[in-house]
T-cell receptor
Framework: DAKTTQPPSMDCAEGRAANLPCNHS???????VYWYRQIHSQGPQYIIH???NNETNEMASLIITEDRKSSTLILPHATLRDTAVYYC????????????FGKGTHLIIQP | ETGVTQTPRHLVMGMTNKKSLKCEQH?????MYWYKQSAKKPLELMFV???????ENNSVPSRFSPECPNSSHLFLHLHTLQPEDSALYLC?????????????FGNGTRLTVT
């Protein structure tokens, strides 16, 4: 699976949009981009995933560049409860080989 | 409330004890996973079961022994652990064969080995 690069930490003001970047320049054509977040002492929570089109759900939007080498997770109106570590993961296929987690981005929402 | 339930939430055990962690998924998935998360380290994949067959064992010491009696239940049997095995143990499930099925995680068991 392709490697991803994320900033170690970011701040965002409450009520503003939080934009979390991820680079995955070696992504292959069949690999999806997944985003998870982990609030302290809980299990990772699935947020959203996509292949090449932009995706939106009730939690967030995922913007993938046309060349698919990077993506941005957008939390449109950040709240204090969005403070967490956010993981960007690239994985292909539907096999049972799990997800490889990196260090992620620690997003801190400031009141 | 998640579709993946882990018990107990917290466990303290001595190095000579034997204990088991339990995971149950209510999502109809056919693959289950054990992950370990030590303090300030990324999640590490330990074991994978697909259709109740173990398909991955990432060089995990034999003092950790998984068991998957059916597609909804997963256990991690622990014996003669070391203090460095203290960590958050996370269970996850997914649907193998669905091309982009995400993993769904439980909230973990916080294990302390004394």
């Amino acid at each position: 699976d392709a490697k991803t690069t994320q900033p170690p930490s970011m701040d965002c003001a409450e009520g503003r949009a939080a934009n979390l970047p991820c680079n995955h320049s070696t992504i292959s054509g069949n690999e999806y981009v997944y985003w998870y977040r982990q609030i302290h002492s809980q299990g990772p929570q699935y947020i959203i995933h996509g292949l090449k089109n932009n995706e939106t759900n009730e939690m967030a939007s995922l913007i993938i560049t046309e060349d698919r080498k990077s993506s941005t997770l957008i939390l449109p109106h950040a709240t204090l409860r969005d403070t967490a570590v956010y993981y960007c993961i690239v994985k292909g296929g539907g096999g049972a080989d799990g997800l490889t987690f990196g260090k992620g981005t620690h997003l801190i929402i400031q009141p | 409330e998640t579709g993946v339930t882990q018990t107990p939430r917290h466990l303290v055990m001595g190095m000579t004890n034997k204990k088991s962690l339990k995971c149950e998924q209510h999502l109809g998935h056919n693959a289950m996973y054990w992950y370990k998360q030590s303090a300030k380290k990324p999640l590490e994949l330990m074991f994978v079961y697909s259709l109740e067959e173990r398909v991955e064992n990432n060089s995990v010491p034999s003092r950790f022994s998984p068991e998957c009696p059916n597609s909804s239940h997963l256990f991690l049997h622990l014996h003669t652990l070391q203090p460095e095995d203290s960590a958050l143990y996370l269970c996850a499930s997914s649907q193998v064969g669905a091309d982009n099925s995400p993993l769904h995680f439980g909230n973990g068991t916080r294990l302390t080995v004394t």
